[in-house]
């Protein structure tokens, strides 16, 4: 059915460590998958984004990567600070045409100065 | 550009009424989707409306309902509120024709007493 599945729901790490997201998804067709950030009291933020035709995209301190085969994308933030400290949110679009966007149950993500 | 605005931002209502919340996207956009965010189901996907037709729709009951503007705004009605409808109410825009980059609104905070 429509699902993200979303792992792990909370992570605590040192400042300057590195911290992983994992989701899986069940749709073959998605081929989009978007990574958001809510800290407390805002909106989410579009923090980075994959398609299916690449394996790894980076932006500074912050990369995913994508397995098609086995229907996973990571989330990876290097050199952890207290302002990544924030709930962090996968999605995937259910059906390759469509435009409903289904979200991960979310990580909170907590960076210990 | 300005960002996705949604109005009002803070609403009490009672059980048994109606709410109407409001969403304008970013210039250009034409396509607003509408999203429930509760502490214990995450971010639900309610429905997607693309130039004032509803492209997709969420698991949700006939009392909610949406419609779209020839300007894009868009607006969700929920009817005949329950003390489950509380929650936090984001929209989110996109272009609608590339795959899917989506900007939140601050969201509606809805609380049904």
């Known amino acids: 059915g429509e699902n993200v599945e979303q792992h792990p729901s909370t992570l605590s790490v040192q400042e300057g460590d590195s911290a992983v997201i994992k989701c899986t998804y069940s749709?073959?067709?998605?081929?989009?998958f978007p990574w958001y950030k809510q800290e407390l009291g805002k909106r989410p933020q579009l923090i980075i984004d994959?398609?299916?035709?690449?394996g790894e995209k980076k932006d500074q301190r912050i990369a995913v990567t994508l397995n098609k085969t086995a229907k996973h994308f990571s989330l990876h933030i290097t050199e952890t600070q207290p302002e990544d400290s924030a709930v962090y949110f996968c999605?995937?679009?259910?059906?390759?045409?469509?435009?409903?966007?289904?979200f991960g149950s979310g990580t909170r993500l907590l960076v210990r100065p | 550009k300005a960002g996705v605005t949604q109005t009002p931002r803070y609403l009490i209502k009672t059980r048994g009424q109606q709410v109407t919340l409001s969403c304008s996207p970013i210039?250009?956009?034409?396509?607003v989707s509408w999203y429930q965010q509760t502490p214990g189901q995450g971010l639900q996907f309610l429905f997607e409306?693309?130039?004032?037709?509803?492209?997709n729709k969420g698991n949700f009951p006939g009392r909610f309902s949406g419609r779209q503007f020839s300007n894009s705004r868009s607006e969700m009605n929920v009817s005949t509120l329950e003390l489950g409808d509380s929650a936090l109410y984001l929209c989110?825009?996109?272009?609608?024709?590339?795959?899917?980059?989506?900007?939140f609104g601050p969201g509606t905070r809805l609380t049904v007493t």
């Open positions: 749709d073959s067709a998605s081929n989009y």
């Open positions: 409306y693309f130039s004032e037709t509803q492209r």
């Open positions: 999605a995937a679009p259910w059906g390759d045409s469509s435009y409903k966007l289904i």
């Open positions: 210039s250009g956009h034409r396509s």
């Open positions: 994959i398609r299916s035709n690449v």
């Open positions: 989110a825009s996109s272009l609608g024709t590339d795959l899917y980059e989506q900007y």
